[in-house]
């Protein structure tokens, strides 16, 4: 299977007040942790603004968003069509500022995929559909034709879900919850 994994870097970070990515935990940025995380995919891409890419992250392909959109569906538009447009079975999703999620996360969504579009984690009966393992031309249908979030497109789909640690799903958002990621890493 030929899968394409896409970090998610372009939030405007206005909890936290400055640029996520280049936040620091162990000594690694969060990019450089989501990069890591990914690192069984054939390829990665990055979406992100304009940020300096932080000094332990090393040629990395970035992608820009759809302007015409704004939220994620930026983001996933044109990286769907690349994955599409170069063959790759499935597009992994990873927003960068969920560093506790490992790679193995990632193998089980894969192991679960053969007969679905779409295999979403879910953690404390929350559904996490920007960490989900998705087929591209499905995807790219579904995000043409369901209004509404990301959670709204992922339920249209033929999709199944895999529970996973909650812990791991820590997403951050302001200083204390940087401290809280350092503390559990």
């Keep these: 299977m030929k899968v394409m994994g896409l970090i998610l870097a372009g939030g405007k970070s206005s909890r936290m007040g400055l640029a ?3 936040l620091m935990i162990n ?15 054939n390829s990665i891409i990055v979406a992100m603004k304009e940020y300096e890419t932080p000094s332990d992250v ?3 392909q970035k ?3 759809d302007v015409d959109f704004s939220g994620p569906r930026a983001a996933l538009l044109p990286a769907t069509k690349k994955a599409i447009a170069e063959k790759y079975d499935f597009l992994q999703l990873l927003p960068c500022d969920t560093p506790l999620v490992k790679k193995d996360v990632f193998q089980v969504l894969l192991n679960s995929s053969s ?5 979403v984690p879910i953690s404390g009966g929350r559904m996490h559909p920007l960490h989900a393992l998705v087929r591209p ?6 995000l043409n034709q369901v209004k509404g979030g990301i ?9 199944i ?10 997403n951050i958002n302001t200083p204390s919850d940087l401290e809280n990621a350092i503390n559990q890493s």
Aim: charged share 30%; hydrophobic share 45%.
């Design 20 to 22: 996520k990515i280049s």
């Design 27 to 41: 000594d690694k940025s969060l990019l450089s942790i989501a990069v890591e995380s990914l690192g069984d995919c």
């Design 58 to 60: 090393f040629n990395i």
């Design 63 to 65: 992608i820009k968003d």
């Design 115 to 119: 007969d679905v579009d779409c295999v």
């Design 137 to 142: 031309l499905p995807f790219l249908s579904a």
């Design 151 to 159: 959670h709204r497109v992922i339920k249209s789909m033929n999709h």
């Design 161 to 170: 879900t895999v529970e996973v640690d909650e812990k791991m799903m820590l």
